[in-house]
């Protein structure tokens, strides 16, 4: 039986799918991956998932390890891509993360992450730090631009979006509301939000996107 979706997880399927990273030519990683949401909408020869708490209602076609994403037990240049979906502003300290997922990327490997800007705001404005602490944000609410440089810049080539998510930021709450009830409602609304948000990235309360190009280091 398939795991209960998370309507972050199916918000951020869309985002995939939009920026058209659903099919690669090698093989993938997903860090954090929690359920097999993602890697079931990617076609890549080798799809892998990390998590510290892997369920066990998760199917097998997909191959997942339990680990550490600072400490990625995986050789060298295994990996064409991996994504980093809203899971760093998880880690108390992530000064080992970049290198980690370096060391397992192909030279012309890629990384793909998203976070919360740590300006973000939700709807009601005065429930963010809550709703942040319910999602798990126990270490920072976000990041911003400037610290994914600090962290990232020695060992990728970066690009930077903003995707405010609007829509997604107002309605969250109904949207955890209605999927208790109806899964098929919900991830009708969600396709209906991300629509409006396509239209409107541009903002300092919502997520950053970052793509980055792995170079070449002297480590």
């Not at 890629?110 to 705001?121: E, G, S």
């Not at 709703?131 to 976000?142: F, M």
């Not at 970066?158 to 009830?181: G, H, M, Q, S």
Request: hydrophobic residues 40%; charged residues 25%.
């Amino acid at each position: 039986m398939r795991m209960k979706e998370r309507i972050g997880s199916l918000y951020r399927l869309q985002l995939i799918k939009f920026l058209k990273l659903s099919a690669f030519d090698g093989p993938i990683l997903d860090i954090g991956c929690h359920d097999d949401l993602i890697l079931s909408n990617i076609e890549a020869p080798l799809k892998i998932g990390v998590d510290l708490e892997l369920k066990k209602q998760l199917g097998n076609k997909y191959l997942f390890v339990c680990a550490d994403a600072n400490f990625l037990p995986f050789k060298q240049g295994v990996f064409k891509q991996v994504f980093l979906l809203d899971v760093i502003e998880h880690i108390e300290n992530a000064n080992l993360l970049p290198s980690s997922i370096k060391h397992v990327l192909m030279l012309d490997g890629c990384l793909f992450l998203t976070t919360p800007q740590k300006t973000i705001l939700l709807n009601p404005f005065f429930l963010t730090k809550y709703i942040s602490r319910k999602w798990g944000h126990i270490y920072r609410l976000g990041y911003t631009q400037n610290e994914l440089e600090i962290l990232f810049s020695k060992y990728f080539s970066l690009e930077y979006k903003d995707w405010n998510a609007p829509c997604w930021r107002f309605f969250y709450l109904l949207i955890r509301f209605v999927a208790e009830f109806s899964p098929s409602i919900t991830r009708f609304i969600i396709e209906t939000v991300f629509r409006f948000d396509s239209k409107k990235s541009r903002g300092l309360n919502g997520y950053i996107l970052m793509h980055g190009k792995s170079k070449e280091t002297n480590e």
